[in-house]
């Protein structure tokens, strides 16, 4: 009984101690670090604002939203692989080499006809299921023969880069009008179309996904102590394989997007798109060592590329001018987000 | 012999009792090296028992079988009397088995309590409780109080691992071992890497572990430490267990000769 009660005072002592705890520097650090991306983010579209008005305007908005839907689905797969302490290269053929097959299938089953429902749902299935397998197989190459994801994945982006063109050398033009009037619909009042949109609701829903599901701990977890992971008892390959067969399937969704709103399918989309959906991750504040870094952070970093590209163009800095930008962005962006962990570390 | 003498003692001691862990002849070997050579070992309800042994005597090859970490060449490992066969860690822990590595294995981006169920999560009710929808809640709390009953104290469960002190680390594998094992804890150096007076807040933990009910085998290199604390010590020669000490009637000086082997030479040559 004296044991118990002893137990008991000790137990409300330290229950008291928690709550009248004020969250240290350390913890606030560590827990609102990653607004730092949205505080930057905030600036830049500031900055651009006052020097050109446009961007505050509809057009600008649709400037910079139509170029993030492609990139935004992209750089959710690769948030989770880099959350495992992966990279996957190869998300931008992916994309190109699902928006080709599914191109090519959607042709073979329109014959002559202007389009169908059916055939616009099914192409979308077949591009989000060969970036699957894509992904599937950069999965079981990485855990099977046990190379690293940076090796697997620079193969996958050659073999699959080639694999477009074998497919399909030109444009595809002959999909379903569905299609593109999906790609190409505006909505609200024209604040919006709809594969930005989906984009959208796909940080959503994997946001949420990431954050508050089992496989979105376990992702963390691996990323963090592959070891302690196994440990507790998570079969961290087949939980890897699912990763990048996300990642593949995602990028299959971008192809899809990018093509209903071209009106076509071409062996070109997709090109150089990993190292934007790397760099948006990156500039989000995740560490490529794994185990840290969100979609809030992802969805700033892409954003952050739209409004420097499309502000760089509202102020008529040449293209080449526009890259470097976004080169010193990632090293500011990155440098800075070392150094405020490396004060909540202390 | 000395070593057989004491062991009858021992048995003496826990006469009637079913063991809840031991193992039967235990043998180990890797190719032609022999790292375990027919070891017996049994745990009983509250006791502290502490394992020591030179490097290379087999004590990790030994907590890694019982862990279910690695598969024994022969022998049986018996839990609550029954014979089972320990194919991974997470079989042993299913058992009620609970290891705390001499890594810790904490993820150190995971909060305390992501540590503590990783693996393990509680997921709410329904659909979206199929597809692994985290009772973030629930596991706060579960871990809040289970800390509590373990009189560890580390802040907010919702601190991030890689944020604590080792101490703190240390007791949060501890708590994760208690949480969870329902059988024996099995430690493997759980000090090491501690400073004294963190050190002294582990053994504490320890002995709160087993005045619990839980049985604790301890590996460990700190022999006074071993001597204070433990209720029993095995001593690992050449993968061989040569003796059964009991702290209460034997000094460090005594158990240090075991380890080195002096003592066994002794007796052989005095038997």
């Known amino acids: ?346 | 012999m000395a070593a057989t003498v004491q062991a009858e003692e021992g048995k003496s001691a826990s006469q009637g009792k079913t063991p809840l862990l031991a193992a039967r002849q235990i043998t180990k070997h890797y190719g032609s090296v022999q790292a375990l050579r027919g070891v017996d070992l049994e745990l009983y309800p509250g006791e502290i028992v502490g394992l020591v042994g030179d490097n290379g005597a087999g004590k990790s090859t030994l907590v890694n079988i019982l862990s279910g970490a690695l598969q024994p060449s022969g022998g049986t490992i018996l839990v609550d009397g029954d014979e089972v066969s320990l194919n991974s860690s997470i079989e042993a822990r299913n058992r009620g088995i609970e290891t705390v590595y001499q890594d810790l294995a904490l993820a150190p981006d995971l909060s305390v309590w992501a540590n503590i169920f990783l693996g393990r999560e509680t997921t709410r009710k329904g659909f979206l409780g199929w597809l692994g929808w985290l009772d973030r809640k629930a596991m706060s709390t579960d871990t809040e109080r289970s800390l509590d009953r373990t009189r560890i104290r580390i802040g907010s469960v919702q601190s991030k691992a890689g944020q604590l002190s080792g101490g703190q680390r240390q007791a949060i594998a501890v708590g994760r071992a208690v949480a969870w094992g329902s059988k024996v804890i099995l430690m493997d150096e759980p000090t090491a890497a501690l400073g004294v007076e963190q050190q002294q807040r582990v053994v504490e933990l320890i002995r709160t572990v087993s005045k619990g009910g839980l049985p604790v085998l301890l590996v460990t290199h700190n022999l006074p430490q071993v001597h204070s604390l433990c209720d029993r010590v095995l001593v690992l020669f050449q993968g061989q267990l040569i003796a059964e000490l009991f702290p209460a009637q034997c000094s460090v000086e005594e158990i240090v000769s075991w380890i080195t082997g002096a003592a066994l030479t002794r007796s052989t040559n005095g038997g």
């Open chain 1, 1 to 346: 009984m004296a044991e118990r009660s002893v137990s008991m005072t000790d137990t409300i002592r330290s229950a008291g101690k928690r709550l009248g705890q004020k969250p240290s520097s350390k913890e606030f650090l560590d827990k609102y670090g990653s607004l730092w991306t949205v505080l930057v983010l905030a600036l830049v579209v500031l900055v651009f604002g006052l020097l050109s008005s446009t961007l505050f305007t509809q057009a600008g908005w649709e400037a910079v939203s139509k170029s993030t839907y492609e990139y935004l689905p992209l750089a959710i797969g690769e948030t989770f692989v880099i959350l495992t302490g992966g990279i996957d290269l190869s998300v931008g053929a992916v994309l190109g080499f699902s928006c080709v097959v599914s191109g090519t299938v959607m042709e073979h089953m329109l014959g002559t006809s202007t389009g169908s429902l059916g055939i616009t749902v099914l192409g979308f299935v077949v591009g989000i299921a060969v970036g699957g397998l894509c992904g599937f197989l950069n999965g079981i190459l990485i855990t099977r023969l046990r190379l690293p994801p940076f090796i697997v994945t620079l193969a996958t982006l050659y073999a699959l880069g080639g694999a477009t063109y074998i497919v399909s050398e030109e444009p595809i033009y002959q999909i379903p009008h569905q299609l593109v009037t999906f790609g190409q619909q505006s909505l609200f009042g024209g604040w919006f179309i709809a594969p930005v949109l989906v984009a959208l609701a796909c940080v959503v829903v994997f946001g949420v996904f990431l954050s508050r599901f089992r496989f979105g701990l376990r992702t963390y977890a691996i990323g963090s102590n592959r070891i302690a992971a196994e440990r507790a008892g998570i079969n961290v390959r087949r939980h890897l394989v699912w990763v990048y067969v996300l990642a593949g399937a995602l990028a299959g969704l971008a192809g899809m997007l990018v093509s209903a709103n071209f009106a076509q399918t071409s062996p070109l989309f997709g090109n150089n798109d990993e190292l934007a959906a790397i760099a948006a991750v990156v500039i989000g504040g995740a560490s490529l060592f794994g185990g840290r870094g969100n979609l809030l952070g992802t969805l700033c970093g892409t954003f952050l590329i739209a409004v420097l590209t499309v502000g760089l163009v509202l102020v008529q800095v040449t293209a080449f001018w526009q890259e470097v930008t976004i080169g010193v962005v990632i090293v500011l962006a990155v440098s800075v987000d070392q150094l405020l962990r490396s004060v909540s570390q202390r």
